[in-house]
């Protein structure tokens, strides 16, 4: 996972990339991945059961929640209160309050609303909960590439507030609720951890591919392309999270 990081973080250079480094840490990921999958599959107590990995409930929640966090993490804690400190693209706030207009709002209600979705998680089951709330977080982005034209400080906390419901408190919910009920029986702890990895790895690749989107695009388009490109991305990615999101199992079946 080191090696496939530093990896994509070269990449994020573009033009300044060394492909040479680029190609070499990909072959390192996978000649040490090979050589941990065998590890794993010989030993009497794998830390990981190749078993399970091999497992929908395993790679379907992984790859959800990867993409899930790269489509949306870099966003709402980088480029968008980039776009409120911009004096000449954006809303021109100053350093002081730019958290109470993005990042504070986006907190609180993914806080408050968590809840909710535990209760809509009950009635409804936790992947169409966990759908609604991607599609609603695609919306949210889409808002945010109007909010990128016309900034403002009330566009701002309504970008924060929608993608604070739908992504903090919806999405991010149901993804950990389901490493939990997706677990097996005998080794509880295993797909909460690697899920947590997944989250930790999916907030690393955001800053790395919407900010190399962002800085490719704002280089012969001008910032507000740039903004706009990386909410496609992130929309993109989100759709892509969607789609993986039918590949998860359904929880009351998985462990029969």
């Known amino acids: 996972f080191l090696a496939a ?46 078993h399970y990995m091999k497992q929908r409930r395993t790679w379907g929640l992984l790859s ?56 809509l998680a009950a009635k409804f089951g936790y992947r169409l909960v ?6 609603v977080s695609v919306i949210g982005v889409v808002f945010g590439m109007y909010v990128a034209n016309n900034p403002s400080v009330w566009s701002l906390v309504a970008l924060s507030l929608a993608l604070g419901v739908s992504y903090a408190g ?23 951890g690697m899920n947590a990895g997944a989250f930790n790895l999916g907030a690393g690749l955001s800053f790395a591919i919407l900010y190399a989107v962002m800085t490719n ?3 012969t388009n001008g910032a507000t392309g740039g903004y706009m490109a990386s909410m496609v991305a992130g929309i993109v990615l989100l759709a892509l999270a969607f789609a993986c999101s039918f590949l998860i199992p359904n929880p009351e079946e998985v462990n029969k």
């Open 64 to 119: 959800c929640t990867l993409l899930t966090m790269t489509g949306v993490f870099a966003l709402m804690n980088g480029v968008v209160p980039q776009l409120a400190q911009d004096a000449k693209f954006g809303a021109g706030l100053g350093a002081d309050v730019v958290s109470f207009a993005t990042l504070t709002p986006y907190a609180i209600i993914g806080f408050l609303f968590g809840p909710v979705a535990g209760m």
């Open 170 to 192: 919806v999405a991010n919910i149901m993804l950990n609720g389901l490493g939990i009920v997706l677990s097996p029986k005998d080794n509880p702890g295993y797909l909460p």
């Open 130 to 135: 966990l759908r609604a709330g991607i599609i």
């Open 217 to 219: 695009v704002a280089g």
């Open 5 to 50: 990081y530093l990896a994509i973080n070269e990449i994020d250079k573009l033009a300044n990339a060394n492909l040479t480094m680029v190609a070499g840490l990909v072959v390192v990921a996978v000649i040490f991945f090979a050589i941990f999958w065998r590890i794993e599959g010989k030993i009497a107590a794998p830390l990981v059961s190749t």
